[in-house]
Every structure is written in structure tokens, then in C-alpha cells.
């Protein structure tokens, strides 16, 4: 299973940035994905959740991505968008893109993680 990340980069403070994640298989297709959304580090600190959303819609943001970051699902191509708005130097950190899927009608759900991207705001 492959998460591929992309769109990270450098912004300046109150800019925008648009991530996307992408599910794929080396062969053959995905049975289901469960859910897919961001998960962000910086430097020195934990791990925490930025946004997140379900096949059917349901969506959960971290609180520093209330009001300024929103994200969507195209469930055809197995794909998660984050667009970040009104980006602030704290907002600086590797974000890891993460799914809950099925990869067969027998198999259990399984989570997987991607490389990581990074975004760098600038003050």
C-alpha cells in the first residue's frame, strides 16, 4: 500500500497551501477505504491530528485547523485534499497522511501511513 503525499512546500504567514494524498496499490485495486486525513509533527513536538474524514463525508479537525484548513475526499480516486488557509509560521511541520482500509472483503481494516510532507511558513 502506498500514501502518496503531495503539495507541500514553503509559504509565507497568512498564505495557503493545498496538500493531497493519494491511496494506491503496487497490483491490483483497494477494496475500501475507511477514512483518510493528516496527521502533523514539528520539530520536538507530538503527533497530532489535523483533519481527518470518513468515505461517507464525516469529517473531525484538529483545533488548530478549525476556521482555516478544509478537506475532501474523492472516494473514485482515492484521494484526500487539505486545503490550508490563512497559514501561520506554527502551522510549520511534517504532515503525515493516514488511512484506515480494507484491502480485501475478507481482511480486517488496517491503518497505514504516508512519508510525510512538509510545510515550512515563513514569517
Known amino acids: 500500500v502506498q500514501l502518496q503525499a503531495s503539495g507541500g512546500g514553503l509559504v509565507q504567514a497568512g498564505g495557503s497551501l493545498r496538500i493531497s494524498c493519494t491511496a494506491s496499490?503496487?497490483?491490483?485495486?483497494?477494496?475500501?477505504?475507511?477514512?483518510m486525513g493528516w496527521y502533523r509533527q514539528a520539530p520536538g513536538k507530538q503527533r497530532e491530528l489535523v483533519a481527518f474524514?470518513?468515505?461517507?463525508?464525516?469529517?473531525t479537525y484538529g483545533d488548530s485547523a478549525k476556521g482555516r484548513f478544509t478537506i475532501s475526499i474523492d472516494n473514485a480516486k482515492n484521494t484526500a485534499t487539505l486545503q490550508m488557509n490563512s497559514l501561520k509560521p506554527e502551522d510549520t511541520a511534517v504532515y503525515y497522511c493516514?488511512?484506515?482500509?480494507?484491502?480485501?472483503?475478507?481482511?480486517?481494516?488496517?491503518?497505514?501511513w504516508g512519508q510525510g510532507t512538509q510545510v515550512t511558513v515563513s514569517s
Open positions: 493516514n488511512s484506515d482500509m480494507r484491502l480485501g472483503p475478507e481482511l480486517a481494516v488496517s491503518e497505514y
Open positions: 496499490l503496487a497490483s491490483g485495486s483497494i477494496y475500501s477505504i475507511v477514512d
Open positions: 474524514i470518513s468515505n461517507g463525508g464525516v469529517i
